[in-house]
């Protein structure tokens, strides 16, 4: 089953995106470059507790 996460700026700390993920295939946080409008650039997003 697929559960949603939230995905972090690491530099503004600011909650951008959401996405889902299947917590049986993949043990570990997502960390994916996206671009985060509060910082205007493309940033590491790292999943949230």
């Known amino acids: ?3 949603k996460v939230i995905l972090v700026c ?3 700390l600011s ?3 959401t996405t889902t993920k299947n917590r049986q295939t993949q043990k570990k946080r ?3 470059n996206k671009y985060c409008p ?3 650039q493309h940033t590491l997003h ?3 507790k």
């Open 1 to 3: 089953m697929r559960e």
């Open 10 to 12: 690491t530099k503004c």
């Open 15 to 17: 909650r951008n995106y």
């Open 30 to 32: 997502i960390e994916v």
């Open 38 to 40: 509060r910082c205007n």
């Open 46 to 48: 790292k999943e949230s």
